[in-house]
């Protein structure tokens, strides 16, 4: 069975910072590339970073250069260290993972096999 379960999320000041992480369980962890998603209330979901098979990082420009994600193959664990924290970081979280081949990035595809429930950040000003 596969599960995703998300941690970490809590309610911060502007410019404090916070650690996601996400337990990944019932598939091979390794074959997987691995997408932190956001949705604020009111406003669609989307992608923020993602960490290939191959351990290659892509991230949204928004969050570049204050979030950092990452992965343990053996821990089968994906994190998101966030910095620096906006207000406008405030939503729910999620991490998603999607088959790719071993040693890949997640390339520009986003269509993501399974999904957790997600954990709520709040950044207040």
């Known amino acids: 069975q596969v599960q995703l379960v998300e941690s970490g999320g809590d309610s911060v000041q502007a410019g404090e910072s916070l650690r996601l992480s996400c337990a990944a369980s019932?598939?091979?962890?390794?074959?997987?590339?691995m997408r932190w998603f956001r949705q604020a209330p009111g406003k669609e979901r989307e992608a923020v970073a993602g960490?290939?098979?191959?351990?290659?990082?892509s991230y949204a420009d928004s969050v570049k250069g204050r979030f950092t994600i990452s992965r343990d193959n053996v821990k089968k664990s994906l994190y998101l260290e966030m910095n620096s924290l906006k207000p406008e970081d405030t939503a729910m979280y999620y991490c998603?993972?999607?088959?790719?081949?071993?040693?890949?990035?997640?390339?520009?595809?986003?269509?993501?096999?399974?999904w957790g429930k997600g954990t709520l950040v709040t950044v207040s000003s």
């Open positions: 960490i290939g098979s191959d351990g290659s990082t």
């Open positions: 019932g598939f091979i962890y390794t074959r997987y590339c």
């Open positions: 998603a993972a999607r088959l790719v081949w071993y040693g890949s990035s997640c390339g520009d595809s986003y269509d993501m096999a399974y």
